[in-house]
């Protein structure tokens, strides 16, 4: 959720009132917005002499774009607290008629095919002002933009520069110019070297860096307005003293475009010379028929149920209530005149996060207040309470092995691929774990495929503790499996690990007989025949078995006969010492690990 | 026992009733020897007993010399006294020694014993009276100090030093008898065997020590207080869902809940994706015979308020309306309008919540609609940077109602009695966003530990454009709430660390001495 750092008093200066920090976290609270903290009795960063006034910083729900800046924040709050309507943002074309164009040329389908844009006529900035500006393009680029990926924006001192605008894809080398805040002109190939290092910058050089052509975009005496999605040029840059803005957009998605263009102009325009009035400019784009007239600025037209509402809402709330309600939330609503059971609700342009009537809904049991609806109790459910048949089993295992007197952790279940597979003797077969591609640390690289590593490390980090340690889990484990959907499946297993100055193998033997014996399996051996086995859903026996992880001749694979089939479903032994030494253990381990799926 | 005393003062106390001085008694044994064996007749109420507590005038070694010997002076004297034609002064320390000749000579001339006669000593007298050895010898009779100003001279001059001394009154008890009868310490199967538990007598108990530590298994702390909240679940009618898939696809774990593909949580910086294997199938129909398929989600099993027939569910369709409510907008949704990239859909991710289940059994529930509860409580996966309060992985818990006609009143009603079953009475509820929820509130809780309202939950009816696709019908609304295990937990037993609590370092000793887990009691 980004954070929003506003100026506290000018904050309630706008708002018409003095709040405690209090009253407005709770003002916050019920607006759906959250007042993180008030710096007004914290030290203060000291700028040019000055220590920074106080700030309230206020987390906005990431789909409220409307309220990424001080501008958005004062407005929405103020009609939500019904001191000021929707404000009626108009389109105002130039009095001679010409609207001010971008020609777009069909190149830039390669690299970043859209543009958008507006201007603002006499606005009138101060620093605050000026500052905020900058911020809410900064905000916008970082959230809805996806850090300039999608959607990119560049502003112009509009009198410095010349209109038509043409909107170009060239290659690096061809375009040169003097980037923001710099002296130096450079092509493109020389501005990316340049910004490499830049610790702004130089994230956002990748959008394009490896493109053939590079956007640009030109004003008619070949002045470079902007270097889409990385730099303005300095020759158009804004200052305090700009009267007109020119707003360019670029971007890859059509939709996010438009929302960009209309938070700016929809925030900014209130302080053009006529408020809220915004100038259209055109774009031409027939080669993907694109050219048209923006921004759009209309309030969007939708329906709402009545019914729906007071349904979801547990309210009776009359339509002529309902529009009430909406108007805090910035709608115009209006109960339809054909239908008594729908509204006719105009969204703002503001409002680019109402998407269904269900958006609507909410609104008004916001407007309404959360916290005062009716509340009732859902009685009626055609569930009945049971468990999931595999955790049932777990559960029975998990309270046999702590009655047995060992001790349950709960280790983690990504590891590394050596603690998986090497530091046990195993090798990857490549067709056994699943393997993630991004993680942050080594720490992550598998899903485990055994729970050895988790109780080995486990052991590791309790050394302080008394001899033996005694500890089990009982939890999942994933195997690849390409025959499914998601290409994999979890693996419920149980195992067990025993640390301590002798090698507790008949320790852990004891215990598998115990969970075996408590899951009514009966133990047979060559020799002795069934063990009361006529009492028992399935049969068990072990085998000597060689492997790696375990010490020679110590070590057994556990087979069960189900239903008349025979599975092995784990083993158990001295691990080898070499294990141990991978896991930093000084004293003998035996280790137990089942799948008990079988049971199920 | 050599320190046993108990015979000697039963033996003590046989002449008379009268009570007895231990100081007096028995004054060479050492008080704790004494006081050990009169607890033991004490615990038995053979005798009582008062602690006496007096300060002694003791001898130092030196004060023990001068009362044995003589005074520094009285020595130097008759040394002086013995040499008849005198004696010389380099000779004394030879005779007396160096301490005495040192001091001694001094307090002898003082005291006006001896005189010096060139480089002689000569004796003034010929008898003197040793006020200092006759002073000690009445200290060590009488083990005290006649007056407060010798004391403190004496004090002074590290003759005497004082001394605590512990004895004790003993009289005798109610159970007195001259024997001390022979105790067992165990009542025994033998005892039993042979009769002689009825005239045997047993060692009293210590009932002020802890008694034998008791070896027990035990169950981690998450997971006691993880079967809490399932309880609190079945207590409400909810049926578990299956959560052993820690695979899932974009899909469903993104794309399903309506989550757009340009949503930061999808970016690598948050989610876990799968490098091998590579990509997954589109939704399609489970495996016949899944044993992990809960009850009442098999289609052959009809619920008891269901009077619809079961529909087959189309997953092409499925998809399909996914695609078209992202892309384009669908049932009364105007979408996210982006191009949908099938791919996407199609990564493998590791589930970043359990909601990826809740959606699989909705879409399962669509096949016959009705009222139903579900919950899951299981390990969900987070790319982040592992902190104090943050790890990759932790525990989800989730639980979903679908009926007709629920309000969002309804679910805060829920919310109360939920939350009460844990001991949290105060809550309210603060607009949020969630992409699959709508609306959407976080559910806060007073704590009264804490002194403050903290955050223990987030909660929302699923979005149309979630539900629909699937088949839900549009006046069925979804409850669905979430929190996870580890915050409760670590708010309950005030963990600091969430390493501490879940993972590889947790503490044996912290896992074995976790007290039961009551939610609802504190």
């Not at chain 1, 048949?389 to 279940?413: Q, Y």
């Not at chain 1, 556990?558 to 000084?586: D, Q």
Request: glycine residues 6%.
């Amino acid at each position: 959720m980004p954070t929003i750092s506003v100026d506290k008093a000018a904050l309630f200066e706008a708002l018409g009132r003095e709040y405690t920090t209090e009253e407005f976290d709770e003002l916050c609270f019920e607006f759906g917005v959250e007042l993180d903290e008030d710096t007004t009795n914290q030290e203060r960063p000291i700028v040019n002499g000055k220590q920074e006034p106080p700030q309230l910083k206020i987390e906005i729900p990431a789909n409220r774009y409307d309220m990424l800046c001080f501008e958005g924040i004062a407005l929405m709050l103020n009609i939500f607290l019904g001191r000021q309507p929707v404000p009626n943002y108009k389109l105002v074309e130039p009095a001679n008629g010409q609207l001010e164009t971008i020609i777009v040329k069909e190149d830039t389908m390669k690299v970043r095919p859209l543009v958008s844009g507006a201007i603002l006529r006499n606005i009138k900035f101060d620093q605050a002002r000026y500052e905020s500006f900058i911020a809410l393009q900064d905000k916008l680029h970082q959230n809805l933009a996806r850090q300039r990926t999608l959607v990119s924006i560049g502003t112009h001192d509009l009198d410095t520069i010349q209109g038509p605008f043409t909107y170009e894809a060239l290659p690096p080398k061809d375009i040169k110019f003097t980037p923001l805040n710099q002296t130096k002109e450079m092509d493109g190939e020389e501005l990316m070297n340049f910004y490499e290092k830049d610790k702004h910058l130089g994230k956002y050089l990748h959008i394009i860096r490896d493109s053939p052509v590079y956007p640009v975009i030109y004003d008619s005496k070949r002045t470079v307005c902007s270097l889409p999605p990385i730099i303005n040029g300095d020759h158009s840059k804004i200052t305090l003293d700009t009267k007109n803005v020119l707003i360019e957009i670029t971007a890859l998605d059509k939709t996010k475009v438009e929302i960009v263009n209309r938070m700016i102009v929809t925030m900014f325009s209130q302080y053009c010379s006529e408020p809220f009035t915004i100038e259209p400019i055109k774009i031409v784009s027939e080669h993907n028929n694109e050219t048209r007239v923006v921004p759009d600025i209309s309030p969007r037209k939708a329906e709402a149920e009545v019914s729906y509402i007071n349904q979801c809402c547990g309210l009776e709330l009359k339509p002529e209530e309902i529009c009430k309600l909406l108007k805090k939330m910035a709608y115009d609503a209006k109960p339809s005149t054909t239908n008594p059971d729908i509204l006719d609700v105009y969204i703002p342009a503001t409002r680019a996060d109402v998407l269904h009537q269900a958006d609507i809904m909410e609104d008004v049991a916001i407007a309404y207040g959360f916290n005062s609806l009716p509340r009732s109790f859902p009685s009626k459910s055609g569930t009945i309470a049971q468990p999931l048949p595999i955790n049932k089993l777990t559960d029975i295992v998990r309270v046999e092995a702590a009655m047995a007197g060992w001790s349950e952790v709960l280790p983690l279940i990504l590891c590394s691929h050596d603690e998986n597979f090497g530091w046990l003797n195993r090798k990857d077969d490549g067709n056994t774990a699943v393997k993630l591609a991004n993680p942050k640390t080594q720490e992550f690289q598998v899903v485990r495929t055994s729970l050895l590593p988790g109780l080995l490390k486990t052991i590791r980090e309790n050394k302080h503790h008394a001899v033996p340690i005694k500890i089990f889990e009982v939890s999942d484990v994933a195997f690849k499996d390409l025959s499914l959907e998601r290409k994999s499946r979890n693996e419920r297993h149980f195992a067990a690990a025993w640390y301590g100055k002798t090698s507790g193998f008949e320790v852990v033997h004891g215990l598998l007989d115990r969970v075996m014996a408590m899951l009514k399996s009966a133990f047979i051996t060559g020799e002795e025949g069934l063990d009361n086995s006529a009492m028992s859903d399935s049969q068990y026996w072990i085998e000597e078995l060689d492997e790696p992880t375990y010490f020679p001749g110590h070590a057994a694979s556990v087979h069960v006969r189900i239903a008349g089939k025979e599975l092995v479903i784990g083993s158990f032994g001295i691990l080898h010492p070499t294990v141990l030494e991978n896991y930093e253990l000084k004293y003998p381990v035996s280790t137990l690990e089942l799948n008990i799926e079988a049971f199920l | 026992m050599a320190s046993d005393m108990t015979k000697t003062i039963l033996d003590a106390l046989s002449a008379s009733d009268a009570s007895i001085l231990s100081s007096e008694a028995f004054p060479s044994v050492p008080s704790l020897n004494i006081k050990a064996s009169l607890d033991r007749l004490a615990s038995r109420q053979m005798v009582e007993y008062d602690t006496l507590e007096k300060e002694i005038a003791v001898l130092t070694p030196e004060g023990e010399e001068i009362a044995t010997n003589g005074s520094h002076e009285a020595k130097v004297f008759q040394a002086v006294l013995a040499a008849l034609d005198g004696l010389k002064i380099g000779d004394l320390p030879g005779i007396v020694g160096k301490e005495n000749a040192k001091v001694g000579q001094g307090n002898a001339f003082k005291k006006g014993w001896i005189k010096k006669d060139k480089d002689l000593l000569r004796a003034t007298t010929e008898t003197i009276v040793d006020e200092t050895r006759e002073l000690l010898l009445t200290v060590q009779k009488t083990q005290t100090v006649p007056d407060a100003k010798a004391l403190t001279d004496l004090k002074r001059r590290k003759l005497v030093t004082l001394q605590k001394v512990i004895s004790f009154k003993i009289a005798k008890g109610p159970k007195y008898a001259r024997e001390f009868v022979k105790e067992e310490t165990d009542l025994t199967a033998e005892m039993l065997m042979s009769g002689s538990w009825k005239t045997a007598h047993l060692k009293p108990y210590n009932f002020k020590a802890k008694g034998a530590p008791t070896p027990a298994g035990t169950f981690h702390p998450l997971n006691k207080v993880r079967q809490e909240f399932r309880n609190i679940f079945f207590e409400m009618g909810f049926e578990e869902m299956p959560t052993n898939r820690f695979v899932e696809t974009g899909f469903w774990n993104f794309d399903a809940l309506f989550v757009p593909q340009q949503h930061p949580a999808r970016d690598l910086q948050d989610t876990f994706y799968i490098a091998d294997p590579v990509k997954a199938d589109p939704p399609r129909e489970d495996p016949p015979n899944d044993p992990h398929q809960i009850k009442t989600l098999q289609p052959t099993t009809t619920s008891s308020s269901s009077t619809s027939p079961t529909k087959t569910l189309d997953y092409k369709q499925y998809w399909d309306d996914v695609r078209q409510v992202h892309e384009s907008g669908k049932y009364g949704s105007i979408g996210y309008r982006y191009p949908w990239d099938a791919d996407e859909a199609l990564r493998l991710v590791l589930r970043t919540h359990t909601t990826s289940v809740s959606t699989y059994v909705l879409h399962k529930l669509a096949a016959n609609p009705r009222p139903a509860r579900y919950f899951s409580i299981d390990r969900v996966f987070r790319n982040e940077a592992v902190d104090a309060t943050h790890l990759a992985e932790f525990h989800q818990i989730e639980g979903v109602i679908a009926d007709y006609g629920l309000t969002l009143g309804g679910l805060i009603g829920f919310m109360e009695v939920f939350f009460a079953k844990m001991g949290i009475h105060q809550l309210r509820f603060k607009p949020a966003y969630n992409p699959y929820t709508e609306p959407s509130m976080e559910i806060f809780g007073y704590h009264n530990g804490l002194g403050k309202w903290v955050e223990i939950g987030n909660s929302g009816m699923f979005r149309p454009e979630m539900l629909e696709p699937m088949g839900i019908p549009k006046d069925m609304r979804v409850y669905g709430w979430g929190l996870s295990l580890e915050r409760p937990t670590m708010i309950k037993y005030g963990v600091s660390n969430i390493r501490e609590l879940l993972g590889h370092k947790v503490d044996l000793n912290f896992i074995e001495s976790n007290p039961a887990v009551r939610l609802e009691k504190d």
